[in-house]
C-alpha cells in the first residue's frame, strides 16, 4: 500500500551524488499535511538540481537535468480534476545517461504518512 506523493516528498536520481527532483504540483484541491498531492503529469519535464554526473561525450556519462517520463505508480480509484494521484512505487525516467542506460529517479520519502492506497 503505497503513499500518495506531495510537493513534501523527496525524489532523487537513482545514482551516487543524487540530484534531487523539484516537485511542483498542477492542482490544490486535494492537499495531504498541508502540501498538495502530485497527479499524472507533474513529474513530466520536473528539473533535476544538483546531479553530480558530469556531462562527458567521450564516456556517454550525461548529468540529469529533467524527468523525461515517468511509468507506474499512478492510483487506481483516486484522482483530483480526472488524473490519477501519484504514488511512492513511481519510477521515472531522467535525461542523465551512464553509457548506454538512461538513469532513473526514484521516491525517497514520501513526505507524509497520512495518506496511501490500497
Known sequence: ???VITE???VNCDH?????VELTAGQSKLTVGGSKALVENDLNG????GCA????????????TTILSTAG????KLKVDGKAVLLEDITC???GQIG??????LVQAAGQSKLKTV
Open 1 to 3: 500500500m503505497p503513499f
Open 8 to 10: 513534501n516528498s523527496t
Open 16 to 20: 551516487p551524488g543524487a540530484g534531487t
Open 46 to 49: 520536473a528539473p533535476i538540481s
Open 53 to 64: 554526473n558530469t556531462t562527458n561525450p567521450n564516456t556517454g556519462v550525461v548529468q540529469c
Open 73 to 76: 505508480g499512478v492510483a487506481g
Open 93 to 95: 525516467l531522467t535525461s
Open 100 to 105: 548506454p542506460d538512461k538513469q532513473r529517479a
